[in-house]
Nanobody, 120 residues
């Protein structure tokens, strides 16, 4: 079984910073792409940033220049450094990953989410 666990969310004032982590564990052979998504009540989950196994990154226009996605393959962990936070960044942040298990099959996994609240 594979688990993704997010951490690092919390309450911060506008202009502040937070660093989210997404730790993976379980029956993992390799991790392909990983990503951060966020969701607010009544809205669809939206992509914030993604990173491939060779560190190609992609960002939503709304966070480009403020957020940085990275991964530590040795630790099977992904990060999201969020700077210059705005109240509109308030959401539940989820990580996901496409993981190849030891049997050679690819599956998409999601974490449970972590709340980020930015006060004005």
């Amino acid at each position: 079984q594979v688990q993704l666990v997010e951490s690092g969310g919390g309450l911060v004032q506008a202009g502040g910073s937070l660093r989210l982590s997404c730790a993976t564990s379980g029956s993992i052979f390799s991790i392909k792409s990983m990503g951060w998504y966020r969701q607010t009540p009544g809205n669809k989950r939206e992509l914030v940033a993604s990173i491939t196994s060779v560190d190609n990154t992609n960002y939503a226009a709304s966070v480009k220049g403020r957020f940085t996605i990275s991964r530590d393959n040795a630790k099977n962990t992904m990060y999201l450094q969020m700077n210059s936070l705005k109240p509109e960044d308030t959401a539940v942040y989820y990580c996901n990953a496409i993981i190849t298990n030891r049997e050679g099959y690819d599956y998409l996994y999601w974490g449970q989410g972590t709340q980020v609240t930015v006060s004005s």
